[in-house]
């Protein structure tokens, strides 16, 4: 597609249970990163794939979190037992994998916002 | 490691007026810096860069950023915002040299234009 596409654009849930939230990168893009937009937090960085590298996963913030990304396009974040703490904004955003100093360009989807009751 | 800290978390403004959103950055080695912009209901976008070069860069759209390294600094300026500008600011550092996983980002600032 033309741009990051992100799903599904909403999702309610309640505590405890499972979440997946869907990122597709834009076509041609290696890098793909996950974030989490909190109110007032500004954007908190999740994970980050790059290539066929192993993902850079400093960010997620507890083990009920993970990704994976197949065949290096469609990525899926999980979100185990969610808890009230987990609702916020996920972001998905893909590059170009050259290096801030050639490119410096993320692209963002419009995100998928989560709300735990 | 790299930290960056917007002052402002909000700015009205009136239509026509000029406008500055302040970002101070930390870092010991040199860095990359970056303001994206968030409108209503959409993905952030970038709107300007420093990588190196000249300290003065400049967006589109007619904003423009200064890299201050004395001062830790890279505000954003425009001298007559317009109501379409309302939207949401985040500054951004990296290492120079590094990748985009290393993107810091602020915790933005939202910028209102009023008539």
């Known amino acids: 597609g033309a741009g990051v596409s992100q799903s599904p654009s909403n999702k309610v849930t309640e505590k405890g249970k499972d979440v997946e939230l869907r990122c597709d990168p834009i076509?041609?893009?290696?890098?793909l990163y996950w974030y989490r937009q909190s109110l007032g937090q500004g954007l908190e960085f999740l994970i980050y794939?790059?290539?066929?590298?192993?993902?850079?996963k400093s960010g997620l913030p507890s083990d009920r979190f993970s990704a994976e990304r197949t065949g290096g396009s469609v990525s899926t974040l999980t979100i185990q037992r969610t808890q009230q703490e987990d609702s916020a904004v996920y972001l998905c955003?893909?590059?170009?994998?050259?290096?801030?100093?050639?490119?410096?360009?993320?692209?963002f989807g419009e995100g998928s916002r989560l709300t735990v009751l | 490691a790299q930290s960056v800290t917007q002052l402002d978390s909000q700015v009205p403004v009136f239509e026509e007026a000029p406008v500055e959103l302040r970002c101070n950055y930390s870092?010991?080695?040199?860095?990359?810096l970056f303001w994206y912009v968030q409108y209503p209901n959409q993905g952030l976008q970038l709107l300007l860069k420093?990588?190196?070069?000249?300290?003065l860069v400049e967006s589109i759209n007619g904003f423009e950023a200064e890299f201050n390294k004395s001062q830790t600094s890279f505000h954003l300026r425009k001298p007559s915002v317009h109501i379409s500008d309302t939207a949401e600011y985040f500054c951004a550092v990296s290492r120079e040299g590094g990748s985009q996983g290393n993107l810091i980002f602020g915790k933005g600032t939202k910028l209102s234009v009023k008539p």
């Open positions: 955003a893909s590059s170009l994998d050259y290096g801030l100093g050639r490119d410096g360009e993320l692209f």
């Open positions: 794939f790059q290539g066929n590298s192993a993902p850079d």
């Open positions: 870092s010991s080695v040199s860095v990359y």
């Open positions: 420093y990588l190196s070069g000249s300290t």
């Open positions: 076509s041609g893009h290696t890098a």
